[in-house]
């Protein structure tokens, strides 16, 4: 039986067990690596040396995990700083354009690729807000006071910012839709 994420963080603060923490690591390295891969716009390197940086932090931090919100949901704020750093660092900002999918482009004729290629410039319509609140929510699977807590955002505001997102995304992904 796999110990849990408790008890895995007792083990690394109090007996000073590595392979505790390693354990941690790889149990939400994919979940930190997709969030930071989901903000900077595809960029691999960046996103691996930002998750690299929030699990250094979160090691030098662990002591302090008061267990207020899940260790997953701790770590992507974490990751959501350093991102927010790294950010403000660069000049010019980071681009809002996915650099896998050039603009104009179309890939292959697959439905399913229309689909994807749609989506994603779908996606690029919407506000950094609303795209990281809906990835946040969709692809990481974390609720509504988790996304707040995370962002540090009022929980209507969280809402609001899914609620606007959804409604832009359902009407700019209307063709898809046979029933509209």
């Not at 697959?110 to 807000?129: E, G, V, Y």
């Not at 990481?140 to 929980?155: R, S």
Request: proline residues 7%; hydrophobic residues 40%; positive net charge.
């Amino acid at each position: 039986m796999n110990p849990s994420d408790a008890a895995l963080i007792s083990q690394a603060v109090a007996a000073g067990d590595p392979a505790a923490y390693g354990e941690l690591v790889l149990r939400h390295q994919s979940a930190v690596r997709q969030f930071l891969r989901h903000l900077a716009r595809g960029d691999a390197a960046l996103a691996d040396d930002l998750a690299q940086d929030t699990f250094v932090q979160a090691y030098r931090s662990l002591a302090g995990f008061r267990g207020d919100s899940g260790f997953r949901t701790w770590l992507l704020g974490i990751a959501h700083n350093r991102w927010r750093n790294a950010r403000r660092q660069q000049r010019p900002q980071l681009p809002l354009d996915d650099p896998r999918v050039p603009e104009g482009s179309v890939p292959a004729a697959a439905a399913n690729s229309d689909l994807r290629h749609d989506l994603t410039a779908a996606l690029r319509q919407l506000s950094p807000d609303e795209q990281t609140v809906l990835h946040l929510g969709y692809q990481q699977g974390l609720t509504h006071p988790e996304i707040a807590t995370l962002l540090d955002l009022p929980l209507g505001t969280v809402k609001t910012h899914l609620t606007r997102g959804k409604a832009k995304l359902r009407e700019l992904l209307a063709p898809w839709n046979p029933n509209t």
